[in-house]
């Protein structure tokens, strides 16, 4: 998938591969710095010299716990009992159901499904920012179908914490491509 979001005012390129339940990886650029998030079905690493990370760095624990599912093409909800997560209907917020997400790993999400399409127009998760607890939401629009049928949402706006607002707007979705499993790889 080939993106682009919008940061502190700088619009900046980013690209994402997924190969489904082996590994999800984010590459973007942000002021002429390269920020790698990579998640796997074993483990997570990341390459952020922004935060004085210039090399491969592995995931706490925590925050792969909490990021972990992104390795799914689908969404948390999808086959949700299979990888041992749990879900309680919450009640209805307007004429959207609010649906509460539980991981085996104890990470909950909070999802509002709209009524009408069934899609997810927005999640929440807890995350952490330097150190602090903050809450992560995602607000999902723009839904399209890709030529597989697959609905993906074009348009995401993250609120992280309050304290960063971030605007992704995808620009290409690709499916069934060949995937090298190696690209998910912790370079030494």
Do not use: H
Request: aromatic share 10%.
């Amino acid at each position: 998938m080939e993106s682009s979001f919008t940061m502190m005012g700088s619009e900046n390129p980013s690209t994402t591969v997924i190969l489904d339940g082996v590994g999800y990886k984010n590459e973007m650029q942000f002021n002429s710095t390269s920020i790698v998030q990579c998640y796997t079905d074993k483990g997570g690493w990341t390459i952020n010299p922004m935060t004085g990370a210039a090399g491969a760095t592995p995931m706490p624990d925590d925050v792969y716990n909490a990021g972990k599912s992104q390795i799914y093409v689908s969404d948390p909800l999808y086959d949700y009992a299979a990888k041992g997560s749990t879900v309680e209907l919450l009640g209805k917020e307007g004429s959207a159901y609010k649906v509460k997400l539980t991981s085996k790993e104890k990470v909950d999400s909070i999802f509002v499904i709209d009524s009408a399409t069934f899609l997810i127009t927005s999640a929440s998760t807890k995350g952490k920012i330097q150190d602090q607890e903050v809450n992560i939401t995602s607000k999902l629009s723009d839904y399209r179908k890709t030529e597989l049928g697959y609905t993906v949402p074009y348009a995401v706006d993250l609120d992280i914490g309050g304290q960063f607002a971030i605007t992704i707007a995808v620009k290409k979705v690709e499916l069934n491509k060949t995937i090298d499993p190696a690209v998910f790889v912790m370079p030494k």
